[in-house]
């Protein structure tokens, strides 16, 4: 559109985009011609610009322009322009068997990439050698690491904030994977940990009693603990226990409250109006934990300590929501460290799921079941056969087993060398599997011994509200 076009209010530019961006799916749906499509498009694209001029926002659809301030979110491509990833709290998909585009993601959700120059300081910063969750672009993207870590360098500590929505007793191997680099953290940077259990979230959501979420919410503890959490430094909660016992949680989540309109929570969560009114206000819940008056056991009624919330990227929209209130209510932004998705069995097409039990390896399998559910289930991206395998090589980038082997296995050379071999063909896709079959074995042994020795007392421990070893 050029200048000299009468200027539209955000809400005729926001009409028209959708009208368009309903032209362009029309278009495909009817499989009409190219250059009829990318013409469509080309308008499409040009109408979002604009929008973006005159709202200082990115097009979002289903979320009008709102006087108050935006969260800064492009949304899915409203252009429906080969953005097939679907990533939000609830669904993860695509359909690219490498796994979503990650990149992409960085960019349309407005985040950083975590690139080597991070990496390079966080070594410096902690001193210690970069988790390979790190190394390996795992902890792939983040929110304002370089600020934690200049404050950091001055003397000014934050803390950590973690969580898990307890939906059954089952966990798998991938809800392991924040609480490993979460512990890593703790250490390397000795500070203190806060975990949310939301078993009211899983309440709302699904369809169990308030004493079932809340009884997979101390289970859900048990295996947390597990993973070797200090408990001088580490502070579990369940929403359910602590709400109602701390007034200055609740005081936060009714400031978030306030500061958020339905119109927001519905284009960054999608609900509509026919969802209960717990499910529209709890995004407040979550949020409450980045702010360090949140905790008076733990930081008195200091509001303005740093907090780090290291999560997987699904989780993000609670964050952008969180970080476009604090400053409206007098808190520091929580920065951010997202973690990638780890894949199901079947393929990196969908992340592991506890409701899909082939497509995970639990926290509870025997050496057997890994054994039998790798043989059978794990995607790979070897040849039909020997021979071919041999004269082709394998695909790693699509082998579920070798993606496996990125997270557990530790050994960066080891790794490399699997690679190379299985790309190569000289490693047969029955070997890797016994590679990953002889990682996990082990490694899930461990936890389920160190899991036996956490006793109810011990839950109660990490679960009381108490000061943490944390010098202000
Ligand atoms: N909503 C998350 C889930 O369903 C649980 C959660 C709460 C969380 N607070 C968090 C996860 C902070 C990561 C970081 O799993």
């Known amino acids: 559109m050029t200048d000299c076009q009468g200027a539209e209010s955000p809400m005729e530019l926001y009409e028209k985009l959708t009208a368009q961006g309903d032209e362009v799916r029309a278009l495909k749906?009817?499989?009409?011609?190219?250059?009829?499509?990318?013409?469509?498009?080309?308008?499409?694209?040009?109408?979002?610009?604009?929008?973006?001029?005159?709202?200082?926002?990115d097009y979002k659809a289903g979320c009008p322009p709102s006087e108050n301030s935006v969260i800064p979110d492009n949304?899915?491509?409203?252009?429906?322009?080969?953005?097939?990833?679907?990533?939000?709290?609830?669904?993860?998909?695509?359909?690219?068997?490498?796994?979503?585009?990650?990149?992409?993601?960085?960019?349309?959700?407005?985040?950083?990439k975590v690139d080597q120059e991070l990496?390079?300081?966080?070594?410096?910063?902690?001193?210690?050698?970069?988790?390979?969750?790190?190394?390996?672009?795992?902890?792939?993207?983040?929110?304002?690491?370089?600020?934690?870590?200049?404050?950091?360098?001055?003397?000014?500590?934050?803390?950590?904030?973690t969580g898990r929505g307890p939906s059954s007793e089952a966990m798998h191997v991938g809800h392991l994977i924040p609480f490993i680099f979460t512990k890593w953290l703790q250490d390397v940077f000795d500070i203190p940990l806060v975990i949310q259990l939301t078993d009211d979230e899983k309440y709302l959501w699904k369809d169990l009693t308030l004493e079932e979420c809340h009884r997979f919410a101390v289970e859900n503890a048990k295996d947390i603990i597990a993973c070797g959490f200090d408990v001088n430094k580490t502070f579990i909660f369940s929403d359910l226990g602590y709400m109602g016992a701390c007034p200055e949680?609740?005081?936060?989540?009714?400031?978030?409250?306030?500061?958020?309109?339905?119109?927001?929570v519905k284009g960054i969560f999608g609900f509509t109006d026919s969802d209960c009114i717990g499910k529209i206000s709890f995004p407040a819940i979550q949020a409450a934990p980045s702010f360090s008056n949140s905790f008076p056991q733990i930081f008195g009624s200091r509001k303005d300590i740093q907090c780090l919330i290291p999560c997987a990227i699904d989780q993000d929209p609670y964050f952008r929501m969180t970080r476009d209130v604090a400053p409206r209510i007098g808190y520091p932004k929580p920065a951010l460290l997202h973690s990638t998705f780890f894949p199901a069995l079947q393929g990196a097409q969908t992340k592991m799921s506890a409701s899909d039990a082939n497509s995970s390896i639990f926290l509870t399998d025997t050496p057997k079941q890994i054994k039998n559910k790798i043989n059978k289930h794990a995607f790979s991206g070897g040849k039909d056969t020997v021979e071919e395998h041999r004269k082709y090589g394998g695909n790693p980038d699509v082998d579920v087993s070798f993606m496996?082997?990125?997270?557990?296995?530790?050994?960066?050379?080891?790794?490399?060398?699997?690679?190379?071999?299985?790309?190569?063909?000289?490693?047969?896709?029955g070997e890797l599997k016994k590679i990953l079959i002889e990682t996990l074995q082990p490694m899930i042994a461990k936890h389920q011994e160190r899991r036996k020795q956490v006793t109810d007392e011990m839950v109660q421990q990490f679960m009381t509200p108490r000061p943490l070893n944390f010098n202000l």
């Open 75 to 112: 949304g899915p491509a409203a252009d429906g322009a080969d953005d097939e990833d679907t990533v939000d709290p609830w669904n993860v998909s695509t359909t690219n068997a490498k796994g979503v585009d990650y990149d992409k993601l960085i960019v349309r959700f407005g985040s950083s």
């Open 404 to 429: 496996y082997l990125t997270f557990f296995l530790e050994d960066d050379e080891q790794l490399d060398k699997i690679k190379q071999d299985y790309a190569s063909g000289a490693l047969l896709t």
């Open 29 to 57: 749906t009817a499989k009409a011609e190219k250059a009829e499509v990318d013409a469509a498009v080309q308008l499409l694209l040009k109408l979002k610009v604009d929008y973006k001029k005159v709202t200082g926002q």
């Open 119 to 161: 990496v390079d300081r966080i070594e410096k910063v902690s001193g210690q050698r970069p988790h390979h969750f790190l190394r390996r672009g795992i902890f792939f993207s983040h929110r304002d690491m370089h600020q934690v870590l200049d404050a950091y360098e001055k003397q000014k500590s934050f803390y950590l904030y």
């Open 249 to 264: 949680f609740y005081r936060n989540v009714v400031k978030v409250q306030k500061h958020v309109t339905f119109n927001q």
